[in-house]
């Protein structure tokens, strides 16, 4: 039995239609976990804002997405992990790339190995880096900033992965049209 609705701009609760509605604007379609947060108009616009500001952080795009996939790899959200995939190949990553992502595994790029190992030591120990793990992540090149700016990523995807957690949100069609590989992996 499932205790959540998914909604559309039809059922969703007052204030959720127009967030709904800014959603598809950016997707070209309703997302699932997105029609499922429509529940709480709140929620679902602390999302769709976080997302915004996360996009304007001082990450390039890929960046970004090896952040979020991280994330979601390390706590174990399906959902996201397609979803990221399919944004980290629009963005450029190729599949060895997201596949290293999603199994939390080393990528080749020394910098963005050094963003995937300090996003994932930060889930992991929940905040608590000894100063030398961050010392390491500025020597990659990173800024003080960004260190913050991992924070906001880990609250986003916490926000996210815990509700797909809770609604066993499954992903779009669309999301796992574009996650599927573009070429085979050797």
Same mark, same amino acid.
């Given at each position: 039995?499932?205790?959540?609705?998914?909604?559309?701009?039809?059922?969703?609760?007052?204030?959720?239609?127009?967030?709904?509605?800014?959603?598809?604007?950016?997707?070209?379609?309703?997302?699932?976990?997105?029609?499922?947060?429509?529940?709480?108009?709140?929620?679902? #616009? +602390?999302? *769709? $804002?976080?997302?915004?500001? &996360?996009? %304007?952080?001082?990450?390039? /795009?890929?960046? @970004?997405?090896?952040?979020?996939?991280?994330?979601?790899?390390?706590?174990?959200?399906?959902?996201?992990?397609?979803?990221?995939?399919?944004?980290?190949?629009?963005?450029?990553?190729?599949?060895?790339?997201?596949?290293?992502?999603?199994?939390?595994?080393?990528?080749? #790029? +020394?910098? *963005? $190995?050094?963003?995937?190992? &300090?996003? %994932?030591?930060?889930?992991? /120990?929940?905040? @608590?880096?000894?100063?030398?793990?961050?010392?390491?992540?500025?020597?990659?090149?990173?800024?003080?900033?960004?260190?913050?700016?991992?924070?906001?990523?880990?609250?986003?995807?916490?926000?996210?992965?815990?509700?797909?957690?809770?609604?066993?949100?499954?992903?779009?069609?669309?999301?796992?049209?574009?996650?599927?590989?573009?070429?085979?992996?050797?």
């Amino acid at each position: 039995m499932n205790l959540f609705t998914k909604h559309t701009d039809a059922t969703a609760p007052e204030g959720a239609a127009e967030v709904l509605a800014k959603v598809k604007a950016r997707y070209g379609f309703i997302p699932n976990l997105a029609a499922t947060l429509a529940e709480s108009p709140v929620t679902l #616009d +602390a999302v *769709l $804002n976080l997302s915004g500001a &996360f996009d %304007r952080s001082s990450f390039t /795009e890929i960046e @970004r997405q090896v952040i979020l996939i991280t994330i979601s790899a390390v706590n174990g959200c399906d959902y996201c992990k397609t979803v990221h995939a399919a944004l980290g190949r629009k963005a450029g990553l190729d599949d060895k790339m997201v596949r290293a992502l999603v199994a939390l595994a080393p990528v080749p #790029d +020394a910098k *963005l $190995n050094a963003l995937r190992d &300090f996003t %994932r030591a930060m889930v992991e /120990e929940r905040g @608590r880096l000894h100063e030398q793990r961050v010392r390491q992540f500025l020597e990659a090149g990173y800024t003080n900033a960004q260190v913050f700016e991992v924070v906001m990523g880990i609250a986003l995807k916490t926000l996210t992965n815990y509700s797909n957690h809770l609604t066993n949100t499954r992903p779009n069609p669309e999301f796992v049209a574009m996650a599927e590989p573009s070429e085979k992996v050797a």
